[in-house]
């Protein structure tokens, strides 16, 4: 590199880490000091490696950055900036009401594709990003992710980092800016470059420990990166936090806060600078074709059969693949379970096998979905809990993601608690944006998987494992947001809300009390977010009691949806909970719902007693 050159770069650095400071005073918050010690590593890669048109930021070419670290949000924004796409207007505009750029970055802006914040999200995304280009697009990008050193500790990057050096992402870089301190003071390894070298390098990683100060060595190191074949990179920069200022440069406590002194800071970084650069153009790629639409042809199941939900999921998925090109399937090794099995033997090309590394496997959907693909990601609905945060983040990055949980709530059986799915509808429903489904039958199941592709934001389905009998015809549609009400007289005392394998407890308890002369109404909730609300009201409004039944815990689950249902100030009728309450044991399936309260006898058992004290009223 030519010593003018050299110094260009260095003056960007200088440049970006102004900016960082300035936008911090202006909103008297935010992180210079983390933007600062990455400064040089952005500037590098801004001016020399990444090929990106900023006006065209579908580009099929263009390479992918993902900020890790997001509370360096002030060195993106000041990239953004040299780049000639924020102006200083906007720059100073910083974490204010109706600003684009938030405290952290979000897809707000066209060129961020995720939203990061919260640590330890941007590689496992960036390998979905790079499994999308190597082995769906076949496309040119490369995906940069710059990463704090104390997101190392999270378990999600040594999930992230061993899926892509098993997958072999030789397009995927990942730069640690190891500025040695953390939030509260040092973080675990401090400025030992070799401890992140020997780990990342026994996941099958390339690795080059450099000075990050030193533009010409990362300029070096990253045009190595993209010269390495068959292995992902991981440029390790030893980096100074604060550096340039020596009130703050490597110092304890100045971590999320303004400079002391901004005017001044400035002053000693050289002042403000109006660098433009212009960024490299994206390498020429065909764009991405539509994807060819074919005929859906779902399974169909004839009435009375016994059929496992799962089994319809599995089947409906396949096929809707075999409709749908842009559609990908993704497990976390359980495909025999979730039956996720059928897609990977039709579609072979499309489906991942994310491993028992659940929070990899939602942040891998995450990434597929920001390349315009509709992922369905299935586990155990009880091992989905673990990516929770990974599901709370695709909500605020507008991802559209399928997720599907099997083998929910005690009607698994003899397997015990640690396999049961108890809180997992609580857990979607508190997601915003979300919808949750429940199907109770595979025709449904089938009807819900087609509705879910053309939904927006997160998306859960919850499957059952053993096999329930079909109720409905083939085609009998289904809308997210809908019910079904299954039993309905004028002379029905109670109504009975189900969803999934307790509308057929439901339905059994009604022939029970068929026998005494008790007539109940039942409405399937298969839609548990949103709620059929108006269904649901017409059916409080007839029989004057909702008794909510549903293999989960009590709180968060199917009685709160209904609850919400009369949360608008009109007059709330009596409600009634049954779910899970115990902490369940192995036993087999007929024996743990008799035991929660929620098989035949025991919603029999509760609508005898209302009915009973409606008459001593």
């Not at 809990?385 to 009607?411: E, K, Y």
């Not at 489904?437 to 997160?458: D, R």
């Not at 022939?511 to 609300?533: F, N, T, W």
Request: glycine share 10%; with cysteine; hydrophobic share 40%.
């Amino acid at each position: 590199m030519r010593r003018e050159a050299a110094r260009e770069l260095a003056d960007l650095g200088q440049q970006l880490r102004v900016d960082a400071v300035r936008a911090a005073a202006a909103a008297d918050s935010g992180h210079p000091t983390s933007s600062m010690s990455a400064a040089d590593l952005a500037a590098v890669l801004l001016a020399r490696h990444l090929r990106y048109d900023f006006d065209d930021p579908d580009h099929p070419g263009n390479d992918r950055l993902i900020l890790s670290k997001g509370h360096a949000s002030p060195l993106l924004y000041a990239m953004y900036r040299a780049a000639g796409v924020v102006d200083d207007e906007e720059l100073l505009t910083f974490r204010r009401r109706d600003s684009r750029l938030e405290g952290h970055p979000t897809p707000r802006l066209p060129w961020v594709d995720v939203a990061t914040g919260s640590l330890g999200h941007g590689l496992p995304v960036g390998v979905g990003m790079a499994l999308a280009g190597k082995r769906l697009e076949h496309a040119p990008y490369r995906v940069w992710v710059l990463s704090g050193d104390s997101e190392m500790a999270e378990g999600s990057v040594w999930e992230a980092a061993e899926h892509a050096g098993y997958e072999h992402l030789d397009n995927l870089t990942l730069i640690i800016d190891v500025n040695r301190l953390g939030q509260r003071g040092p973080t675990r390894h401090g400025w030992d470059l070799d401890a992140y070298a020997r780990r990342l390098g026994a996941f099958g990683w390339h690795t080059i420990e450099i000075d990050g100060h030193d533009v010409e060595a990362v300029d070096a190191a990253f045009a190595e990166a993209s010269a390495t074949r068959s292995q992902p990179t991981a440029v390790i920069a030893r980096t100074r936090k604060g550096r340039g200022v020596a009130q703050v440069e490597d110092r304890e406590g100045q971590h999320g806060k303004p400079l002391p002194d901004a005017d001044a800071a400035i002053g000693e970084l050289g002042g403000p600078r109006f660098v433009r650069v212009e960024v490299c153009s994206p390498p020429a790629a065909p764009a991405r074709r539509q994807p060819a639409g074919g005929h859906l042809d779902l399974p169909r199941f004839e009435a009375g059969d016994s059929v496992a939900t799962r089994d319809a999921y599995g089947q409906a998925l396949a096929a809707l693949g075999s409709a749908r090109e842009d559609v990908v399937a993704l497990d976390g090794e359980v495909g025999d379970s979730t039956r996720t099995e059928f897609f990977a033997k039709a579609h072979p090309e499309r489906y991942f096998e994310c491993y028992i590394a659940e929070q990899q496997l939602v942040a891998a959907a995450v990434g597929l979905q920001a390349r315009g693909y509709i992922p369905f990601a299935s586990s155990f609905a009880a091992f989905l809990t673990r990516a929770h945060d990974f599901v709370r983040m695709a909500a605020v990055s507008r991802a559209g993601i399928n997720l599907v949980g099997s083998h929910a709530g005690v009607a698994i059986g003899q397997d015990g608690p640690s396999q049961m799915g108890l809180e997992d509808l609580a857990m979607f429903r508190a997601v915003h944006g979300s919808t949750v489904l429940y199907p109770c039958e595979a025709n449904q199941t089938a009807q819900l998987v087609a509705a879910m592709a053309e939904l927006t934001g997160v998306r859960y389905l919850r499957t059952s494992r053993g096999g329930t009998p079909v109720i409905y015809g083939p085609g009998e549609e289904f809308r997210p947001g809908g019910s079904k009400v299954l039993r309905s007289t004028d002379r029905d005392r109670v109504t009975v809300v189900a969803a999934g394998v307790t509308v057929h407890e439901a339905l059994r308890a009604a022939e029970l009390l068929d026998r005494e002369g008790i007539d109940i109404r039942i409405i399937d909730l298969y839609s548990v977010k949103p709620v059929d609300a108006e269904t649901l009201r017409e059916a409080a409004e007839a029989t004057g009691c909702l008794v909510t039944v549903e293999d989960h815990r009590v709180q968060g689950g199917i009685g709160d949806a209904v609850a919400e249902a009369f949360a608008d100030g009109r007059p709330v009728p009596r409600l009634v909970r049954l779910g899970v309450q115990h902490m369940p044991a192995s036993a087999s399936p007929e024996e743990q719902l008799h035991l929660a309260g929620i098989d035949a006898e025991s919603i029999a058992a509760a609508v005898r007693l209302l009915v009973e004290r409606a008459v001593v009223r």
